[in-house]
């Protein structure tokens, strides 16, 4: 009972020290994180929790001259720190026995149709639920400090970790309308977006239509979808607009 007693102990201290280490990687890479439990989620049914964490977007990106070409680089490397970490910190949770799942950044997610995509897992919602800020009228996460340019990754994980709930601010102003007047789609109505238009003007890549034009047969949408991720999102090479990030005041 002794012997059970202080393996169980000794479990419990090495689990605590691990979180705090990721924690601490976190904080020192300037990440902002929250936890939440969740009860259940299709993709890894056995999860307990999520770990959400974002990094922002360097603000003079979007006040340079040429914010898109900036954005694409900054977004391209931000996603793979994002996605190296969620990797590192579900392999830290499972040698503690708990069975952890990175939630990467971008990709992977379903092609269901022309202009029409999936996530697997909605990382807004749960940011939400950890506080790191509120759905903003363009629909993304609206975050006190850095506004909408945090871009976002997570670990959902079977251990039930307590929850670190942040701050959310006070979301949008109600007066402020300047990313739904800056969008040449037309895609934005105060908190709701319609993605179709959104994706139709803000991705195109060249790369992409390449190699669809190079087969000389009808792909199946599974091959589409792999071309997508290792031609285009992988590299992140396909904005074509970023009006609504730009043009917002509390990311200025
Ligand atoms: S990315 Fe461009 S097209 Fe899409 S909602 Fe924002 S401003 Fe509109
Ligand atoms: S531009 Fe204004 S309304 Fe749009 S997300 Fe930013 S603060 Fe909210």
Known sequence: MIEANFKYMRFLFKFMSDLQSIYKVLEDSKAVYGTTKIKSNFIFPNARSALIFGFPIPRAVLKSTKPLHNYWRTANLLYRHLDTLAVKIAL??????????????????????MYEYAGFVDLIRLATK?????????????????????ILAGVLTEAKLEEIKKSPGNGCPEDCYECINACPAKALEPYSIDVKRCIRTQSFSPLFVHLLKSENRELSPSEIEILQH???????????CIECTAKCPRNL
Request: with cysteine; aromatic share 12%; charged share 20%.
């Open 130 to 150: 950890c506080g790191l800020g509120k759905i903003s009228k363009s629909s993304m996460l609206i975050n006190p400090e850095y506004g909408t340019r945090l």
């Open 92 to 113: 830290i949770l499972e040698e503690d026995s708990y069975d952890s799942l990175p939630i990467f950044g971008c990709f992977p997610f379903r092609v269901t149709g």
């Open 230 to 240: 290792v031609a285009v999102i992988d590299d992140h090479n396909w904005y074509m």
